[in-house]
């Protein structure tokens, strides 16, 4: 079954982020599409930990220990970006005024549910952070991760049975298979990998699909 890489949807999500758009990149993967971005397109990348303005990675040998993302990755700081203090980061988070977050994922329901901060399992450490206040407080909220688990169960659910990050908050999930849209109709599909029909699709994915609109990917 053929497969998009990492990289190729991290580019597939930064072709959808606009120009202007003030972006939250979550930790792992979503931060990947700071690689894509174009360069002629004007995007401000927000990180909660307290900055605004975001740089690439910095070149080996000149990381400042204080000068980080929130996983902790060292980070460059573009002209005219700023640092500032943790609670105004969240108030940013909080009060509507970011565009776009791109969240990893343990499970999205046919709905937009998010579980994304713990599995349920009795020795998983829990890990929440920021996740709450950006699906509900940012605009859009796009989900990326791998269709299925490493054990091949799906991790696009009729229901999610891990605890929810948010409620009916995602807008679009990428993965290695396909691109979907959350739709009062439910998921419809937007975009498969090269090859892959619907069928095959839909038989690796738990919640119900609605075809692609062009019958050609069907």
């Known amino acids: ?35 894509y971005l174009p360069s002629d397109r004007e995007v401000f990348l927000h990180s909660e930990n307290g900055l605004l303005g975001m740089g690439p990675a910095p070149a080996p040998g000149e990381e400042d220990e204080d000068l980080i993302n929130a996983g902790k990755q060292p980070v460059t700081l573009l002209t005219g970006g700023a640092y500032f203090h943790h609670g105004d980061s969240f108030a940013m988070m909080r009060g509507g005024h970011l565009d776009v977050c791109v969240l990893g994922a343990f499970q999205v329901s046919s709905k937009g549910d998010l579980a994304n901060w713990h599995t349920g399992a009795p020795d998983a450490i829990p890990a929440v952070g920021g996740a709450m206040d950006l699906a509900i407080g940012a605009k859009q909220v796009f ?7 490493k054990t091949g169960e799906s991790k696009i659910v009729r229901q999610c049975s891990y ?16 691109v979907l849209d959350v739709t009062p109709q439910g998921l419809a599909v937007r975009e498969m ?13 738990d919640a119900e699909l609605l075809a692609p609109q062009d019958k050609e990917q069907a």
């Open 143 to 149: 989900v990326m991760m791998d269709h299925q688990t």
């Open 163 to 178: 605890p929810l990050t948010g409620v009916a908050c995602v807008n679009r999930i990428y993965t290695d298979l396909a």
């Open 193 to 205: 990998a090269p090859g892959l029909t619907f069928a095959e699709l839909q038989a690796v994915t």
């Open 1 to 35: 079954m053929n497969r998009y890489s990492r990289d190729q949807i991290a580019a597939r999500v930064a072709e959808d982020i606009h120009e202007g758009a003030y972006v939250n990149l979550g930790i792992g993967l979503p931060t990947k599409v700071a690689n």
